[in-house]
């Protein structure tokens, strides 16, 4: 599904984005997703994923890894039994392909710092 990325770009399903995105449990981007606080995410910047009930949520956290889980978003995840991969984007792009097609995988992605 995710067939490219360089530092503030990727490529789904032969489509660029240049912006951070989500992607719901259906396979739907979600274009432009800006968080709240920045480089954190907390449970509204990812509410309209949780609605599908996704097993694992993955968070693409920029290229050097500077974008962070808010701890209270990390307990509800755990609460839930949500899976978080919280990993480097170009490392989380490979959790979402090999994940996605056997799991209800939900993601966000940052594409750059």
């Given at each position: 599904?995710?067939?490219?990325?360089?530092?503030?770009?990727?490529?789904?399903?032969?489509?660029?984005?240049?912006?951070?995105?989500?992607?719901?449990?259906?396979?739907?981007?979600?274009?432009?997703?800006?968080?709240?606080?920045?480089?954190?995410?907390?449970?509204?910047?990812?509410?309209?994923?949780?609605?599908?009930?996704?097993?694992?949520?993955?968070?693409?956290?920029?290229?050097?890894?500077?974008?962070?889980?808010?701890?209270?978003?990390?307990?509800?995840?755990?609460?839930?039994?949500?899976?978080?991969?919280?990993?480097p984007t170009?490392?989380a792009l490979?959790?979402?392909?090999?994940?996605?097609?056997?799991?209800?995988?939900?993601?966000?992605?940052?594409?750059?710092?």
């Amino acid at each position: 599904m995710i067939t490219g990325y360089s530092f503030g770009k990727i490529c789904i399903d032969g489509t660029w984005y240049d912006r951070d995105l989500k992607i719901t449990v259906a396979g739907v981007v979600l274009p432009d997703w800006w968080r709240a606080s920045g480089h954190v995410c907390n449970r509204k910047d990812v509410e309209d994923l949780l609605r599908d009930k996704p097993e694992i949520l993955i968070l693409g956290q920029g290229k050097p890894g500077l974008m962070h889980v808010d701890p209270e978003l990390r307990r509800f995840l755990k609460t839930c039994g949500i899976v978080l991969l919280e990993q480097p984007t170009a490392q989380a792009l490979e959790s979402f392909n090999s994940f996605h097609t056997q799991k209800k995988v939900a993601a966000g992605f940052h594409l750059t710092c």
